[in-house]
């Protein structure tokens, strides 16, 4: 029986300024960060961690803020695709730009794979083999592109991790979306009009067999001192980075 789990276990950490949130207990082969909006040095109202060129933020301030990043990620590089709300999936074995997707997957170790969000659901996977991190907005939630992911990793078992993302109590949607979102994924996804898009990923994870699903319970809409919202805030915000690394490998 798939063991699905509602967790809200999770740590803050301080690490070379930057402020990150972790699963907790982390998983023992790979690393998980769900970087808030703290430590970095952007301008209101990007301030202050924003990881995004795109929207509005200075240049040399964004720059900055992947520098610290990066540091409190032990120097790893990070690899990183256009992000365009689709189902793509992109294998990489190296750090650097790799394509347009929403997803990534690798099997290698020594980068970290990264998506930036702001009310978007980041998904954690960590398999045997592979790890891999996934943009999921309502858009790719409804392609199922967590358990196309999922399907595209190498065989064995997966355990995911959803981060902080917009929950149900915050996410108003239409009454169509709300409609389409329960015929695909059950009733149990919406409330009226209000939308979980965290419990429909976990249905189309159970359905590609994914016996362990950690939800860190963190509302980006509810938590404006942590975390950007597209939603709250409107279109001048910033964007968090969400990145998992293979530590090492299972025999």
Same mark, same amino acid.
């Given at each position: 029986?798939?063991?699905?789990?509602?967790?809200?276990?999770?740590?803050?950490?301080?690490?070379?300024?930057?402020?990150?949130?972790?699963?907790?207990?982390?998983?023992?082969?790979?690393?998980?960060?769900?970087?808030?909006?703290?430590?970095?040095?952007?301008?209101?109202?990007?301030?202050?961690?924003?990881?995004?060129?795109?929207?509005?933020?200075?240049?040399?301030?964004?720059?900055?803020?992947?520098?610290?990043?990066?540091?409190?990620?032990?120097?790893?590089?990070?690899?990183?695709?256009?992000?365009?709300?689709?189902?793509?999936?992109?294998?990489?074995?190296?750090?650097?730009?790799?394509?347009?997707?929403?997803?990534?997957?690798?099997?290698? @170790? !020594?980068?970290? =794979?990264?998506?930036? $969000? %702001?009310?978007?659901?980041?998904?954690?996977?960590? *398999?045997?083999?592979? &790890?891999?991190?996934?943009?999921?907005?309502?858009?790719?939630?409804?392609?199922?592109?967590?358990?196309?992911?999922?399907?595209?990793?190498?065989?064995?078992?997966?355990?995911?991790?959803?981060?902080?993302?917009?929950?149900?109590?915050?996410?108003?949607?239409?009454?169509?979306?709300?409609?389409?979102?329960?015929?695909?994924?059950?009733?149990?996804?919406? @409330? !009226?009009?209000? =939308?979980?898009?965290? $419990? %429909?990923?976990?249905?189309?994870?159970?359905?590609? *067999?994914?016996?362990? &699903?950690?939800?860190?319970?963190?509302?980006?809409?509810?938590?404006?001192?942590?975390?950007?919202?597209?939603?709250?805030?409107?279109?001048?915000?910033?964007?968090?980075?969400?990145?998992?690394?293979?530590?090492?490998?299972?025999?």
């Amino acid at each position: 029986m798939n063991k699905q789990v509602q967790s809200e276990a999770w740590t803050e950490n301080s690490t070379r300024s930057v402020v990150y949130v972790a699963p907790e207990p982390e998983p023992v082969e790979a690393q998980v960060w769900f970087f808030t909006r703290k430590g970095g040095v952007s301008e209101p109202p990007f301030d202050s961690l924003n990881i995004s060129t795109k929207v509005g933020d200075e240049p040399d301030a964004v720059t900055e803020n992947l520098a610290r990043i990066r540091s409190a990620m032990d120097g790893r590089p990070s690899a990183w695709v256009r992000q365009v709300a689709g189902d793509g999936v992109a294998r990489v074995s190296e750090a650097g730009f790799a394509e347009s997707a929403d997803a990534l997957i690798t099997d290698e @170790e !020594g980068f970290s =794979l990264v998506v930036a $969000v %702001a009310d978007c659901v980041p998904v954690a996977l960590i *398999g045997d083999k592979d &790890v891999g991190m996934v943009h999921s907005g309502w858009r790719g939630t409804l392609a199922e592109i967590t358990g196309k992911t999922v399907r595209e990793m190498s065989e064995g078992s997966v355990r995911a991790y959803i981060g902080p993302c917009i929950q149900g109590c915050c996410y108003e949607v239409s009454k169509e979306l709300a409609s389409r979102f329960a015929e695909r994924f059950g009733s149990e996804v919406v @409330e !009226g009009r209000y =939308l979980s898009l965290p $419990v %429909a990923i976990r249905r189309n994870l159970e359905e590609v *067999g994914v016996e362990e &699903v950690y939800d860190l319970g963190l509302c980006t809409g509810c938590r404006p001192d942590l975390f950007f919202s597209h939603r709250k805030q409107g279109p001048e915000t910033g964007r968090n980075l969400a990145a998992v690394a293979r530590s090492s490998k299972r025999s």
